[in-house]
Structure formats: structure tokens, C-alpha cells
């Protein structure tokens, strides 16, 4: 998760997470 914004920092990481589960699978 790329973001701009420090308050997006978590929801990045979670957007990356699910993108990565969704490529594993």
C-alpha cells in the first residue's frame, strides 16, 4: 500500500495483505 497520507499507512499495508493473499490463491 502506497499512500500519501501517514493515517493511510495501516490501510495500505491491509490493501497489500489482501492482494497478496488474493495472487497466492
Known sequence: GY???VNNL???VD???IRWLG???
Request: hydrophobic share 40%; charged share 15%.
Open 23 to 25: 495472487i497466492l490463491q
Open 15 to 17: 490493501i497489500e495483505k
Open 10 to 12: 495501516t490501510f495500505g
Open 3 to 5: 499512500f500519501h497520507g
